[in-house]
Every structure is written in structure tokens, then in C-alpha cells.
């Protein structure tokens, strides 16, 4: 049985060593035999750009031998081989606008090294202008440029307005050295997360091709159902055994889990690093948030209270949010972010819009225990305890235990996350529920109305109507009001049509108190 690459990102080390590998060399045989030689690829973080750069490495520097077997083996000619120039931006040093300056010279004095190249010039862009034209000079050929993770180093710094700016500047200058060299580059392929425009390297290169939403490119990073599948056939036999599940069994929850990324809503891809650490540990975890995930996204949206990624079923956007991905250090739009990030996808495309929804189980879990954790000022495994005490006093019908869970887990909400409006108990509700798996569906329309939320386990169902109070002296008075709104309206006769067991929920909340009044629907 081959080994799992986990963690390895370099293409030439697991073609030697024996390790797994998914042959996407059909994409870069497409790249190299298409129009165009200036590219760029956004996706998430620990999606296979990095071995997408080191396999492009590899068959420009004429390795023919590390791909027999491959599909590109014998269909491009080995003997045009290319200088190639592979700059990673990520691990740079970002503390100051000195150090990063100096490690990303740094950077680029070691691989002019490796080349045999001196550099004289001091500022970065000046030994990027210098390395280019130095191995171009010592070759006699045209240089290959291929960048990983371009926006990595601001990024890094966004929670630093002004040095995210003073970066993005020297990143201006630097990019466009690319533009003035274009005439000795042979190929330029840039990887990244986001778009922010003015880095300025989509208007310094002109005629760079953004390939993120192309159709033809939509499984160049992760894996399809039928990669899965034919190259992890023994690993996924091991894991029926550890999880007793027959193979039908465990394909299906390995989809739920980690499958269900698009870029153009027809090919599904499964995230490669929690696939790969799930074959490797046998466990179903959240593996790709707890290292994949950007800092400043999920500060940006706990500042904002902006929850509607998450909370939101689908969310619809128009033709255009492809350029809308296109955003300044200013001001950044959330759901251009989210998308970009990983944590929502394209799941279906109409005419001009794309419907964008949470990928799968991994990234809704994920989002939503560690939002309810900032938000509650509690521990992430605390939050875990709270919601799954919450989730059993439902399932037993038992709602003095499951409201006493819920109190713990909102007792928390400090002064500073606390707003004094419904909405936000609404939204941290539905983040509850989203943790504990229950498809609590907020503001759901019946032909009576809308309930608030109605939460449905194995043959029974929670119709739930909230009220948010200024002070606890109200909280008796908006009980009664959400009772009384919820009979009015009948909210549960399509329920009660199903034959399922219904229960009706009124909750009262105000900062640090919960109240409730229920009654079994006879």
C-alpha cells in the first residue's frame, strides 16, 4: 500500500519515494498547449497549489523520468527544458515593513544561489528585475515564474491596516517587475487566496488569465469522487474496517464530511488535506479548519456580525461575482471572502447566477463551534459539552434539561459580543444547531407565516418562536407573545401532516437570562 503524502507538498520527493500521487498532469498538459502563458489560480489554503507549482517544476526542468505512468509522459516534448524561478511568499517575515523587505530579498538571494546568480541590488524588486535577466543571460532561454501563495504576506497583516498597506506597496513594485521582464518570461503561473486589486499585478499583467471560475480548471486542485476512489481504494478499505461500515458507508460519510467544493458548480471536489489526514488517522475531524483557516476572515466577521455565510442555506449571487472577487484592503466584502476561503462554494449555477452554500459537514461544524466560542467566551471543547447537552434534552423531550444547557452556553455573552437585538440571539441559536447537526431552519415560510425556527429531529419537531427583551421584566410578557403568535399563525399543521411529534417553543431571552414555555401539541 503507497504512502498517504500528508503534509508533503514537493512533487519530485513522492514520485521518489513512492508516496501517492493524483495525476493532474492533464491540466498542465492543457496549460502548456493552449493559448496564453501568464495565469492565475485562487484557492483555499492546503488545497494542492503548492504540488500543483512543484509538478509544473518538475516537467519544465525536463524530469521526464518521475512521470512514467503519468498522462503527460509522452505527450510533450522533454528536451525544451526552461530556468524556472519557484518563489513561495508564504513564511515571510511580516512583523515590520524592514523584515519583511529584507526576508523577501532574502528569499530571492537564495535562489539566485542556486542558480549561480549575484545579486547586487538591495530592495526586492530590483533582485527580482536582476534574477530574471541574470538566468535568462547564463541560460539563453526564457524564464519560468512560478509564484505560490502571492497575497500570502498581506494576508498575514491585515489586522495591521497601515503595514498591510506599506506591504501591498512594496508587492505593487515587485509584481510588476514581471510586466517589464514579460519579453524574457516563458510562462508565469500565480497562486493565491483572494483577489485584492490594488496589489496591482491583474492591471500590471494585463493579459493574465484568471483560471479560478474556467470550467476546463475546476478540478486542477483536490480530489474528484473518481480520484478518491481509484487512487485511495486500500486506505478506504482500512477505514470501513475502523468505522464497521461497508465501503457504500464510508464513501458516503467521507463525502459529507469533506467533499462538496466547486468552482463552477458541476465538479465536486473533496479538500485534500482532511482527506488525507482522515485515511491517515481513521478519525472524522475537522483537520482542514484548524490549519487552513485565515485569522483575519473570522475576526472580520465577528467584528461585523456578519453571520449570514454561515447561517444562510444558500446565498445567490450574480454573474458578476466573479469580478466582485476583485476587492480592496479598504473594504472587503464577506462573501466574496467566504467563497475564496473555502467556506462557501459554488454549489449550482442558473443562467447568470451562482447559488453559494457552506462545502460540507467539516466546514459548517467548524464555523459554527468556533464562532459560539468567541462569541460566548468559552472554550471550543466547553461549547462542544454545552450544545450536545442542549441536542439530548430535545431528543428526550426533556426542555427544563435542555434550556438549563442552553443557559449555560449563553450565560457567557460578554458586554462587548452581547447586542440588544433579536436577530443576534436568533443567529446564535442557529449557530447551536448548525454544531449539534440539527437542520434548524430560520424564518422558514409557511402559508401562515414565519416561525422563527423550526427544529426537527427523528419523528419529532420543535415549532420555536423567539423574543428578545431589554430587560427581565419583560420576559414574562414576550413569552406569552411567542406562544400566542405561534398558535395564531398554526404554524404546525404541515407538521402535524407528516405525523410527526410536535412540540411549541416560546424562548424569552435578554442579556444573561433565558426563559421558556412549551407545550405538546394535542
Known amino acids: 500500500m503507497r504512502k498517504l503524502p500528508v503534509g508533503e507538498q514537493d512533487f519530485v520527493f513522492l514520485r521518489q519515494e513512492g508516496y501517492v500521487y493524483v ?26 497549489k503548492t504540488l500543483l507549482l512543484s509538478t509544473m517544476k518538475a516537467v519544465f526542468e525536463g524530469k521526464k523520468e ?61 533582485r527580482l528585475d536582476e534574477l530574471i535577466e541574470g538566468w535568462n543571460i547564463k541560460s539563453g532561454k526564457r524564464v519560468v515564474v512560478l509564484v505560490d501563495e502571492y497575497d500570502k504576506p498581506i494576508q498575514d497583516v491585515l489586522h495591521k491596516p497601515e503595514l498591510a498597506a506599506e506591504i501591498r506597496e512594496i508587492l505593487r513594485n515587485f509584481y510588476t517587475i514581471l510586466k517589464k521582464q514579460f519579453a524574457k518570461l516563458h510562462f508565469v503561473f500565480l497562486t493565491g487566496v483572494s483577489k485584492i486589486a490594488q496589489v496591482s499585478i491583474f492591471s500590471g499583467l494585463n493579459n493574465l488569465k484568471d483560471l479560478t471560475l474556467d470550467e476546463r480548471y475546476a478540478g486542477i486542485c483536490g480530489y474528484t469522487q473518481a480520484e478518491l476512489e481509484v487512487n485511495f481504494k486500500e486506505h478506504i478499505g482500512q477505514l470501513t474496517s475502523i468505522e464497521s461500515l461497508n465501503r457504500k458507508q464510508i464513501l458516503e460519510k467521507i463525502k459529507y464530511w469533506y467533499n462538496g467544493y466547486s468552482w463552477d458548480g458541476e465538479t465536486f471536489m473533496y479538500n485534500p488535506y482532511s482527506t488525507l489526514l482522515l485515511l491517515e488517522s481513521g478519525k472524522f475531524l475537522a483537520h482542514w479548519f484548524r490549519t487552513g483557516t485565515p485569522t483575519f476572515l473570522l475576526e472580520l466577521m465577528e467584528q461585523r456580525r456578519d453571520f449570514s455565510p454561515v447561517l444562510e442555506e444558500s446565498i445567490t449571487v450574480d454573474q458578476e461575482f466573479s469580478d466582485s472577487q476583485t476587492q480592496t484592503l479598504e473594504r472587503m466584502d464577506t462573501i466574496p471572502l467566504f467563497f475564496q476561503t473555502g467556506y462557501l462554494t459554488i454549489k449550482k449555477r442558473v443562467e447568470d447566477k451562482y447559488q453559494l452554500e457552506i462545502p460540507n459537514n467539516e466546514v459548517k461544524i467548524s464555523l459554527s463551534n468556533f464562532l459560539l466560542s468567541r462569541l460566548t467566551d468559552k472554550a471550543e471543547y466547553e461549547v462542544r459539552n454545552l450544545v450536545e447537552g442542549f441536542r439530548k434534552g430535545l431528543e428526550q423531550q426533556d426542555l427544563e434539561e435542555a434550556i438549563r444547557y442552553l443557559r449555560l452556553l449563553f450565560a457567557h455573552i460578554t458586554y462587548d459580543t452581547h447586542l440588544p437585538y433579536e436577530a443576534h440571539y436568533h443567529a446564535l441559536l442557529q449557530l447551536t444547531l448548525l454544531l449539534m447537526g440539527i437542520p434548524g431552519r430560520s424564518e422558514v415560510h409557511t402559508d401562515k407565516g414565519r416561525p422563527d425556527m423550526i427544529i426537527r429531529l427523528p419523528g419529532l419537531t420543535y415549532i420555536t418562536e423567539l423574543k428578545y427583551t431589554p430587560t427581565p421584566e419583560q420576559l414574562e410578557a414576550a413569552l406569552v407573545e411567542g406562544m400566542e403568535q405561534i398558535k395564531r399563525k398554526r404554524y404546525y399543521e404541515r407538521e402535524i401532516e407528516k405525523g410527526r411529534k410536535v412540540w411549541l417553543l416560546a424562548l424569552a431571552i435578554t442579556q444573561g437570562q433565558i426563559e421558556y414555555r412549551a407545550e405538546l401539541y394535542a
Open 23 to 48: 495525476d493532474k498532469t492533464p491540466y498542465v498538459h492543457q496549460l502548456l498547449t493552449g493559448s496564453g502563458r501568464t495565469f492565475f489560480l485562487s484557492r483555499p489554503r492546503r488545497f494542492g
Open 66 to 126: 518521475l512521470f512514467e505512468g503519468l498522462f503527460i509522459y509522452d505527450k510533450i516534448d522533454w528536451e525544451k527544458q526552461y530556468p524556472v524561478l519557484h518563489l513561495d511568499m508564504s513564511g515571510l517575515t511580516t512583523q515590520s515593513i524592514e523584515e519583511f523587505k529584507e526576508s523577501l530579498a532574502f528569499r530571492l538571494g537564495l535562489l539566485a544561489k542556486g542558480a549561480g546568480i549575484v545579486l547586487e541590488a538591495s530592495s526586492p524588486a530590483d
